[in-house]
């Protein structure tokens, strides 16, 4: 018989099992589960042989990327697998008319492809080539990196000298939710999680606007996705300086989302619209792209009687945001966070996602903005990076995720949405109201 720990190479930190959670939401609908990644559109081709010794590089230094995620009794564990998976794959066509679907359907495929959680690689590298186009795409599991974590490991490939790639590691130290709990004292605890409780009620007065057609069932998750010109780029971060300040970009998205969003259906059955942000408790200069999942939700809400005035829209979420960071919400969760971490997935997704008031989806979008992409340089195996963009498997509803980031000045938006829920025209229709708010003087 098996020894219960034998094969474990590491349990799951309390935030690796709130993305576990929502990946679990995401495969009850049958859906492929939390799914997640980062596209880089190339200039040329880039020198193979080269990316192939840089991953194999990777996968020595971290060998979690050949694990299996299993379940031993109620937690949840990243075990050795009998046989190494392959980590990069090719993907060619000589289709020259079709090149751009080529390229859009096979990321759309790799990311809706379905497979059991104990046997689906934690990570895997795609080339998808065509005669005139080139991307290159990483796509990972939630539970084994968040977004930051995603974006580290795409430095590391990017970086030549091996020197300082010897900079990147795992943590050495307990995960930092632990860690930061560890300075309260018991009755601090009690306290927060009573603020942390008292806050999820507050916000569950107000039932969101779903605008996600749930009479049908979720099918497949599709993508749009727009790159903004240097100009209209540079355009919308005065208006935010202006608007929010230096270190409210997110929330100005968010609150453009938000507009966006109404002008589609004024109408829509809801109080107000209420979207899931991260917070990170890395040091910035940290370089732990793997078991360094430091997130949990906090939620941007603002009622549907503002969302006609812009300036009173703007200073509501600012002050939210402003009040969040001066009682401490974003520690207050972690005592939450540790708790729930010991219910059993079904549970722990239903009460992230379920309005305790209402019982309905507490979520009308999700949101991720990574900021400024910074790669060093833009040179990729000896070609340029020429876009960045970023997809994510959502639950549904609200099935639509608005993710962002700026790369070589350019802001690049996705679109992430569950069709049929949602269709392109839709999406399309939403951007441009997005893009005239953005813009908005």
């Given at each position: 018989m098996k020894s219960s720990t034998e094969g474990i190479i590491q349990i799951l930190n309390p935030s690796d099992c709130f993305t576990l959670a929502m990946d679990e939401e995401i495969r009850q609908e049958n859906m492929p589960g939390s799914q997640c990644g980062f596209a880089l559109e190339l200039a040329g081709a880039p020198e193979i042989k080269a990316i192939q010794e840089r991953i194999n590089e990777f996968s020595?230094?971290?060998?979690?990327?050949?694990?299996?995620?299993?379940?031993?009794?109620?937690?949840?564990?990243w075990c050795q697998r009998e046989h190494q998976h392959p980590l990069f794959y090719q993907h060619n066509t000589a289709d020259t008319v079709n090149e751009d679907d080529f390229h859009k359907q096979t990321v759309l495929q790799l990311l809706n492809h379905r497979q059991a959680r104990e046997t689906i690689p934690p990570i895997e590298f795609h080339l998808?080539?065509?005669?005139?186009?080139?991307?290159?795409?990483?796509?990972?599991?939630?539970?084994?990196?968040?977004?930051?974590?995603?974006?580290?490991?795409?430095?590391?490939?990017?970086?030549?000298?091996?020197?300082?790639?010897?900079?990147?590691?795992?943590?050495?130290?307990?995960?930092?939710?632990?860690?930061q709990l560890a300075k309260y004292k018991w009755w601090q605890k009690v306290l927060l999680f009573i603020k942390a409780k008292r806050h999820i009620t507050q916000l569950d007065t107000l039932q969101s606007i779903i605008h996600a057609d749930t009479s049908k069932a979720p099918e497949r998750l599709n993508v749009n996705t727009y790159t903004l010109s240097t100009e209209q780029t540079q355009a919308i971060n005065k208006l935010t300086r202006q608007q929010?300040?230096?270190?409210?970009?997110?929330?100005?998205?968010?609150?453009?989302?938000?507009?966006?969003?109404?002008?589609?259906?004024?109408?829509?059955?809801?109080?107000?619209?209420?979207?899931?942000?991260?917070?990170?408790?890395?040091?910035?200069?940290?370089?732990?792209?793997?078991?360094?999942?430091?997130?949990?939700?906090?939620?941007?809400?603002?009622?549907?009687?503002?969302?006609?005035?812009r300036a009173a829209l703007f200073q509501h979420l600012k002050q939210q945001n402003a009040k969040t960071i001066r009682e401490k919400l974003d520690y207050a969760f972690l005592p939450i966070m540790l708790a729930a971490s010991w219910l059993s997935l079904e549970?722990?997704?239903?009460?992230?996602?379920?309005?305790?008031?209402?019982?309905?989806?507490?979520?009308?979008?999700?949101?991720?903005?990574?900021?400024?992409?910074?790669?060093?340089?833009?040179?990729?195996f000896a070609t340029d990076i020429t876009k960045i963009?970023?997809?994510?498997?959502?639950?549904?509803?609200?099935?639509?995720?608005?993710?962002?980031?700026?790369f070589n000045q350019q802001l690049t938006l996705s679109y992430n949405f569950i069709e049929p829920l949602f269709t392109e025209e839709w999406i399309e229709a939403l951007h441009q109201n997005v893009l005239e708010e953005l813009l908005m003087a």
């Open positions: 020595e230094r971290f060998p979690l990327v050949f694990a299996s995620l299993q379940q031993r009794g109620k937690r949840f564990f998808i080539q065509s005669a005139n186009k080139n991307t290159f795409l990483m796509r990972w599991i939630h539970p084994f990196c968040d977004a930051k974590g995603a974006d580290l490991i795409l430095k590391y490939l990017c970086t030549d000298d091996a020197k300082q790639r010897l900079r990147f590691d795992v943590p050495k130290l307990e995960p930092l939710v632990n860690l929010v300040g230096l270190t409210g970009t997110s929330l100005y998205y968010i609150g453009c989302f938000m507009r966006a969003l109404h002008k589609m259906n004024p109408e829509q059955p809801g109080d107000a619209y209420c979207t899931p942000y991260a917070f990170n408790l890395r040091r910035n200069k940290a370089l732990s792209p793997l078991l360094s999942n430091h997130v949990a939700p906090l939620f941007a809400q603002a009622p549907k009687s503002i969302l006609h005035d549970m722990h997704g239903e009460k992230l996602r379920t309005s305790m008031r209402t019982g309905t989806e507490r979520s009308s979008f999700w949101f991720s903005d990574i900021g400024n992409v910074d790669l060093s340089n833009t040179s990729f963009y970023h997809l994510c498997q959502i639950s549904s509803p609200p099935a639509l995720a608005f993710l962002s980031c700026q």
